[in-house]
């Protein structure tokens, strides 16, 4: 249920999600505003259509008022049939005339249009018709217009009665029906019988039955319309446009027509009278009858108009009453649809009021908050869910603030405990820095010692030439060489390796360098010369460390050079055609490691041009900072590149350059010892060199 | 009430006059041969021919509209001629004293208007009238190609 009803709401959810608090209320305010409307519009348009039919109902109101005054100038005319030719009569005439003309043009259904046109037709009868005519078939010429005018009334009632009201319809049937027939028939039985026509005599009679049904169809319309209102009171309110010659002074008051009402029942009945009378009598007797109904009947002709008059108005009396109620219906919606908004538009922007003010008390309090201020607390008046946060949000500082009050104090106290121990190991970092200090001095002095204990002086014959080098990896080294004349003219020249690094290697190397020379001075073979170092230094070795090395003896005489190697890399010679060799040897032991050991000796000849090198791993073993060891092939290269008429000291730096090239400022991995012996004995004295 | 009470009556008039002209229907085999009454138009007016049932409403002022919707004028001959007599009482079925009494009737009410008199044929033709069709009778052997027959009720 609860998924269903998420998701129902998701896009209304989604929709919240887009907008901020001021874009939801306008949103909600607009949608009940649309919904307003949208409610109210039949309303609106009910008010607006009753209005319009209303309205309809006085057009119809004034078109039966034309009407009746067409009727009552065709009964004036009527009257004046003999005297027709009188300007008074062309006068009406014209205006009968311009009448019935405006009839056709404004008659709107097809009965209305078919009614006008028979009218105008029997009107042109009657104006075209000349006194050659009976004077009865020009009377039954004005009785057609008035019956057709009668049927054009009914039809006119009967489009614009709307059943909307039934005192309005009341008023509608008198004033269309019940009066202008009153009219014709009263003014019929005269003129009948003030002319004499014997043809229609037979009539006149018959013709007070219809003014006795009129007359009591009359009273109690007129009862309708006018008495009953009269309890209301008329209002004096007239919106819709009227005739102003029919405003009698007491209009309004109902009075008037009740009295115009009782006289017109009392002359009717009196007409009746009189109608009889003149039947009845003869001669003189006769004509006072006559007389006598021609003043009955002019008194209920004019009752009638006035009757006709008031009810008129009447009937846009109950109009406008109809359309002012209606369009204070109309403004009291307006008024209730206005006031229902400003309540709304009231609620919604105070209720966002409400939430925007703790919003920013929330917002506020949280900066602060984040600002340092953890005392900070938020303190809303309202009761909705924001004061929930509200609560939850100083709950949570209150335990932040109690946290961080905790941090604080175990912070100080190890700032304290830390003050403590920084201070002593401040002490301890001067004692180490004067120790450190004292050793790297000692260090400093033992590798000036250990530099010192190697040649730095080398031959620099004529015919030939020696140099070499040894750039420690750290401090002290365990690499060596030297180079040294014997007493048999010959010229012992040695690169050695002690395993290990550092002050024992050192000294190892100051030990290994001493029996190693010493045992040549004994000797006259490189190999015997290894293995007596051997053996002294297995005895002399309590560290177990071990040296390799590699001792030649060089004869400047005959360029003859013969080597022994004890574990070390065999030498190079570069020959005067740019070719490299590696000299061979023989995997024998590193000294050191087992005593009793042999050497094999190995002999070559260096001639005219020959370059001799011997180095140590520190050259081969040069690592670059992409961790690339410099390596033999590298060397070779380097070796069959270097210039071939070039001292021994320029191949030794130049081999350093490079090699320092290579590793790029990168830290040495091992000690770096080269020794180079160039033969520079030009090739015209080159001597025999057996090997 | 009265004006219901007056439409009703008006409707009983008109249920006794279609009875009238019912009647009349039968009538037409009784016309003298070579005394014939036609009724007419003018000539160049396109005219079906007319029932009796047709051509006593319009005389009687039920009805002033043609079949082909124009709108007609009936014209009598005088009261006091023989063809007056001959064409209600042998064509309409009606003496003269209920044509009377009848036209009486119609005056007072307004129901209508008793057709206009004419002396001749000729004198009907020259009436100026307006738009309307002029409608009459005569006696078919003083017939003239001036008008056409509408109804022909003997021979």
């Known amino acids: 249920m609860a998924t269903l009803r998420l998701t129902l709401l998701k896009p209304a959810i989604w ?110 009868h009657i104006s075209t018709t000349g006194t050659e005519e009976s004077l009865d078939k020009r009377f039954a010429a004005f009785n057609a217009a008035t019956h057709t005018l009668h049927a054009l009334s009914r039809e006119t009632a009967r489009n614009y009665r709307l059943n909307l009201d039934p005192d309005l319809d009341a008023a509608f049937d008198i004033i269309a029906i019940y009066l202008p027939a009153v009219i014709d028939s009263t003014s019929k039985q005269d003129h009948v019988i003030q002319w004499g026509i014997a043809s229609m005599a037979g009539f006149v009679a018959s013709e007070q039955m219809n003014l006795d049904e009129a007359s009591s169809t009359l009273l109690s319309g007129v009862n309708q319309v006018l008495l009953q209102r009269n309890g209301r009171g008329l209002s004096q309110s007239v919106q819709v446009e009227k005739p102003k010659e029919s405003s009698p002074a007491n209009y309004g008051s109902g009075g008037f027509m009740d009295e115009n009402l009782q006289k017109l029942l009392s002359g009717l009945r009196q007409q009746q009278d009189a109608v009889d009378q003149v039947n009845t009598t003869t001669g003189a007797e006769s004509v006072a009858a006559k007389r006598t109904l021609h003043a009955i009947a002019q008194s209920n002709l004019r009752s009638a108009q006035l009757l006709l008059e008031e009810s008129t108005r009447a009937a846009y009396v109950i109009i406008d009453e109809r359309i002012a109620g209606l369009k204070i219906d109309r403004i009291r919606l307006i008024g209730a649809l206005f006031v229902s908004g400003f309540l709304i538009a009231y609620l919604l922007y105070a209720f966002y009021i409400g939430v925007i003010k703790s919003i920013n008390a929330l917002s506020r309090g949280t900066n602060s908050f984040c600002a340092g201020q953890r005392d900070v607390r938020i303190k809303l008046k309202s009761r909705d869910e924001l004061s929930l946060v509200a609560t939850n949000f100083n709950t949570m500082a209150q335990e932040v603030e109690r946290l961080v009050q905790l941090i604080e104090e175990q912070n100080q106290t190890r700032e304290r405990d830390l003050k403590v121990l920084v201070d002593a190991l401040g002490l301890k970092n001067e004692e180490l820095y004067t120790v450190n200090q004292r050793v790297h001095e000692e260090l400093n ?88 170092a051997n053996d002294l230094l297995c005895s002399r070795n309590p560290m177990d460390l071990f040296v390799t090395a590699c001792y030649g003896l060089f004869d400047p005489k005959d360029g003859s050079f013969e080597y022994a190697s004890a574990g070390h890399h065999p030498p190079m010679v570069r020959r005067t055609t740019g070719s490299v060799e590696v000299l061979p040897t023989t995997n024998d032991m590193a000294l050191g490691v087992l005593q009793g050991m042999e050497y094999q000796e190995h002999r070559t000849c260096l001639y005219s041009g020959d370059t001799l090198l011997m180095y140590t791993d520190g050259v081969t073993e040069a690592f670059s900072p992409q961790e690339i060891a410099y390596g033999e092939k590298r060397l070779l290269s380097w070796f069959a590149d270097s210039p071939t008429q070039c001292a021994a000291s320029s191949l030794v730096d130049a081999l350093v350059s490079d090699v320092a090239r290579f590793v790029d400022g990168a830290e040495a991995s091992d000690d770096l010892t080269c020794l180079i012996l160039c033969n520079k004995r030009p090739s015209e004295q080159d001597l025999d060199c057996i090997v | 009430m009265s004006f219901f009470n007056i439409t009703r009556r008006r409707l009983c008039n008109g249920v006794v006059l279609s009875l009238m002209c019912t009647a009349c229907t039968g009538l037409q085999a ?124 003997g021979k």
């Open chain 1, 15 to 124: 929709l919240s999600s887009q907008l901020n608090f001021a874009l939801k209320y306008w949103t909600l305010g607009l949608g009940i505003a649309l919904v307003g409307a949208y409610l109210s519009s039949p309303l609106f348009h009910q008010i607006h259509s009753t209005i319009a039919l209303a309205t309809l109902q006085g057009s119809g109101v004034q078109i039966l008022t034309r009407h009746n005054q067409l009727l009552i100038q065709l009964v004036n005319l009527r009257a004046e049939l003999a005297t027709r030719e009188s300007p008074a009569y062309a006068q009406e005439s014209g205006a009968v005339k311009t009448a019935i003309e405006g009839m056709v043009r404004d008659a709107k259904s097809t009965e209305e249009k078919k009614l006008s046109k028979l009218l105008e037709r029997t009107w042109t």
């Open chain 2, 30 to 153: 009784q016309v003298v041969e070579g005394n014939g009454i036609v009724v007419v138009v003018k000539r160049g007016i396109e005219l079906t021919p007319l029932t009796t049932d047709q051509v006593a409403r319009i005389f009687l002022g039920l009805s002033d509209t043609l079949p082909n919707g124009g709108t007609v004028i009936p014209v009598d001959a005088p009261e006091s001629s023989v063809l007056y007599q001959d064409f209600y009482s042998k064509v309409l079925g009606k003496s003269v004293a209920q044509i009377k009494a009848y036209r009486a009737r119609q005056s007072f009410t307004g129901a209508g208007i008793p057709p206009r008199q004419i002396a001749s044929l000729a004198q009907a033709f020259k009436q100026d009238f307006a738009g309307p069709t002029v409608m009459t009778y005569t006696r078919k052997r003083e017939l003239d190609d001036q008008w056409s027959i509408v109804l022909e009720t």
């Open chain 1, 445 to 532: 002095l033992a590798r000036s010692v250990q530099l010192a204990i190697l040649p730095n002086q080398f031959p620099d014959e004529p015919t030939w030439a020696a140099h070499a080098c040894m750039h420690p990896a750290r401090e002290l080294g365990g690499d060596f060489y030297d180079c040294f004349a014997l007493p048999d003219g010959r010229y012992g020249v040695l690169v050695a390796d002690v395993s290990g690094k550092g002050v024992g290697a050192a000294f190892f190397m100051a030990v290994s360098r001493t029996v190693l020379q010493d045992s040549a001075l004994s000797v006259r073979t490189p190999s015997e010369m290894l293995a007596i």
